[in-house]
């Protein structure tokens, strides 16, 4: 069974930049079939997608934070890291890292079938 | 504003069946994904692709696609059932991926 988890400061400073990292277990990160993912949900609101990475670094953001968010992926080590930065109050949100699994039916989709317990960053001073 | 368009809010009475919607224009391209999550929870994938259930989610659930409107149906809702339930597909670039809103559904 794959597990993935966050880990990270639970508080950040505004205009600081947001390091977290997830860690993947039971599974391999080094297949051309995932995307590593980061998605994050505001306080009382919904999901936001924020971006993937895949194992040889291929990346993809939502275009609304792309100017401000970076990771990376060290398959040694099983994991996979989001750096968004110039934070602001607005990026507050519970944090999860998921696995994205590029499926064929047709055409092609995706899901998310694995998914971290999530981590809440509050961005405040 | 998300690509994808949910209701905010659906009831259902207990044992009854009901359908969650999604729009958007990328659904003539691309299947959607739904989750359920309830609260103070990480999402949990209950149905991808055509009509694809992972194992462990009970057979009550189910999708379909028309046109650009995906489906979730709940045949048979349990008072377990009641969370906020999201789609999820790429957008209509295909390079990035969007969540709906999310429908909160009300067992009564």
């Known amino acids: 069974q794959v597990q993935l988890q966050e880990s990270g400061p639970g508080l950040v400073e505004p205009s600081e930049t947001l390091s977290l990292t997830c860690t993947v277990s039971?599974?391999?990160?080094?297949?051309?079939?995932?995307?590593w993912t980061w998605i994050r949900q505001p306080p009382g609101k919904g999901l936001e997608w924020i971006g993937y990475?895949?194992?040889?670094?291929?990346?993809s953001f939502n275009p609304s934070l792309t100017s401000r968010v970076t990771m990376s992926i060290d398959t040694s080590k099983s994991q996979f890291s989001l750096k968004l930065s110039s934070v602001t109050a607005a990026d507050t949100a519970v944090y999860y890292c998921?696995?994205?699994?590029?499926?064929?039916?047709?055409?092609?989709?995706?899901?998310?079938?694995?998914w971290g317990q999530g981590t809440l960053v509050i961005v405040s001073s | 504003s998300s690509e994808l368009t949910q209701d905010p809010a659906v009831s259902v009475a207990l044992g009854q069946t009901v359908r969650i919607t999604c729009q958007g224009d990328?659904?003539?391209?691309?299947?959607a994904s739904w989750y359920q999550q309830r609260p103070r929870q990480a999402p949990v994938l209950v149905i991808h692709?055509?009509?694809n259930r992972p194992s462990g989610i009970p057979d009550r659930f189910s999708g379909s696609r028309s046109g650009n409107t995906a489906s979730l149906t709940i045949t048979g809702a349990q008072a377990e059932d009641e969370a906020d339930y999201y789609c999820?597909?790429?957008?209509?670039?295909?390079?990035?991926?969007?969540f709906g809103g999310g429908t909160k559904l009300n067992v009564l």
């Open positions: 990328s659904l003539r391209s691309y299947y």
């Open positions: 692709g055509k009509n």
């Open positions: 990475i895949s194992y040889t670094g291929t990346t």
């Open positions: 998921a696995r994205d699994v590029e499926a064929y039916s047709g055409t092609y989709y995706d899901y998310f079938d694995f």
């Open positions: 039971g599974g391999s990160v080094s297949s051309d079939t995932y995307y």
């Open positions: 999820s597909s790429r957008d209509s670039s295909g390079d990035h991926l969007v």
